[in-house]
């Protein structure tokens, strides 16, 4: 089974994460690997999504976006990757289009 790892880097990543794998539709899990200055490394693994990508990817944006706001003056780094192929996005550039093409390797 394919799946995606989402690798968020901020002071509040466990929170970013559980709000992330909160999206109705992703299915998955998050674990705290380390730390480096203060600043937590989370990496999420979605393992399944239920529904249409766009949407999902539209979702998946406005979380970023929402955890961006909040920390406007911190360090909020997202990157999705997929394990099987190598590829990955940044949050921070991504378009819903970029999104929702990573998001397809889960349903095939």
Avoid: C, H
């Amino acid at each position: 089974m394919s799946k995606l790892q989402i690798a968020i880097e901020s002071q509040d990543a466990p929170q970013a994460a559980a709000a992330l794998l909160k999206i109705e539709g992703i299915s998955g899990n998050y674990e705290v690997p380390n730390q480096k200055e203060g600043t937590l490394a989370t990496i999420a693994t979605i393992v399944g999504i239920v529904g249409g990508t766009v949407a999902l990817a539209e979702q998946i944006r406005k979380w970023y976006q929402e955890w961006k706001e909040k920390q406007p003056n911190k360090v909020f780094d997202v990157i999705i990757v997929n394990p099987d192929t190598g590829s990955r996005i940044f949050l921070e550039e991504a378009t819903i289009e970029e999104i929702t093409d990573i998001l397809k390797s889960l349903s095939q």
